[in-house]
């Protein structure tokens, strides 16, 4: 089974930082583009960050460009996203997915594999 979990989420003051990871188990992981999105209630789910099967590559969504850093540990199965400077729109769940396409095709439907999602709260 693939399973996605995703942790680190929390509540922070405006200009904090925050560090999310995903945790992912066998076949999820290996040779895969991953990616992070985000969803604020009654807004749709919108891509914040991606990154090639072996990291060498990283595509960032313009909100969040500058201030966050996607990597991945393939030996421990484990993608992570670092936020800076956050800001109160920043304020979502947070989702981790695995890609089935481009790790440049910002879309939901080029994802097949998503986690439960964590919280993130900034507050001003």
């Known amino acids: 089974q693939v399973q996605l979990v995703e942790s680190g989420g929390g509540l922070v003051q405006a200009g904090g930082s925050l560090r999310l990871s995903c945790a992912a188990t066998?076949?999820?992981?290996?040779?895969?583009?991953m990616g992070w999105f985000r969803q604020a209630p009654g807004k749709e789910r919108e891509f914040v960050a991606s990154?090639?099967?072996?990291?060498?590559?990283?595509y960032y969504a313009d909100s969040v460009k500058g201030r966050a850093t996607i990597s991945r540990d393939n030996i421990k199965n484990t993608v992570y996203l670092q936020m800076n400077s956050l800001k109160p729109e920043d304020t979502a769940v947070y989702y981790c997915?695995?890609?089935?396409?481009?790790?440049?095709?910002?879309?939901?439907?080029?994802?097949?594999?998503w986690g439960q999602g964590t919280q993130v709260t900034v507050s001003s």
């Open positions: 997915a695995r890609s089935s396409g481009s790790v440049y095709d910002t879309s939901v439907t080029a994802y097949d594999y």
């Open positions: 066998g076949r999820a992981f290996g040779g895969y583009a």
């Open positions: 990154i090639s099967w072996n990291g060498d590559n990283t």
